[in-house]
């Protein structure tokens, strides 16, 4: 990892002495950084609000000694959705990036997220409009009170300042491939 963010600076110092050069470069690396953003290879940040969802107290008689949260994980699923559905444009669940490719399962008595395995207090965080994000999540019948219904304890903080990590693992694709472009 070192070697590769010691790479990567050097080709961001190559491409920003480059395009100060070439102005029609320096649109390419501007779209070049929305894509990588967008594809969730870098780290960002910016307002939004971090979601907390944790089981409910062992003295609320609900969970029988199992996490409510990891027999309905399909929650945070919906959760995320719901994010995105705000127009969240980027999303962590305890310090996993989503992305199109990402996963979120239940295997054995673990959350998977990115084959990673998690467990509870999840904490979300989410960039993008604050009020937009935590309005859609609180309307009345919403996720939120879902979660609720199964005595989770949730919070949600709005922030001016909300740090994103990259996607840590290796994109492969073994099937798709660009179409060629037709002259």
């Known amino acids: 990892m070192d070697e590769l963010n010691r790479l990567e600076e050097r080709m961001d110092k190559i491409e920003k002495e480059k395009s100060d050069e070439d102005f029609f470069l320096k649109g390419v690396v501007s779209d070049l950084e929305k894509y990588k953003m967008a594809s969730g290879v870098v780290d960002v940040m910016g307002p939004g609000v971090t979601v907390t969802v944790d089981d409910p107290l062992p003295t609320q008689g609900i969970t029988d000694g199992y996490s409510v949260i990891m027999l309905r994980s399909d929650l945070l699923l919906s959760l995320v959705n719901k994010m995105k559905d705000a127009g969240a444009e980027a999303i962590s669940i305890n310090g996993q990036r989503i992305i199109s490719t990402t996963e979120i399962s239940l295997a054995g008595d673990n959350v998977n997220i990115n084959t990673v395995p998690t467990a509870p207090p999840y904490i979300i965080?989410?960039?993008?409009?604050?009020?937009?994000?935590?309005?859609?999540?609180?309307?009345?019948?919403?996720?939120?009170?879902?979660?609720?219904?199964?005595?989770?304890?949730?919070?949600?903080?709005?922030?001016?300042?909300?740090?994103?990590?990259?996607?840590?693992?290796?994109?492969?694709?073994?099937?798709?491939?660009?179409?060629?472009?037709k002259e």
């Open 125 to 181: 965080k989410a960039i993008g409009n604050p009020d937009t994000i935590e309005s859609t999540l609180t309307i009345r019948f919403g996720i939120i009170e879902q979660m609720k219904n199964y005595g989770l304890r949730i919070s949600i903080k709005k922030a001016d300042r909300i740090e994103i990590p990259r996607y840590s693992g290796i994109l492969k694709y073994r099937y798709a491939e660009p179409v060629p472009v």
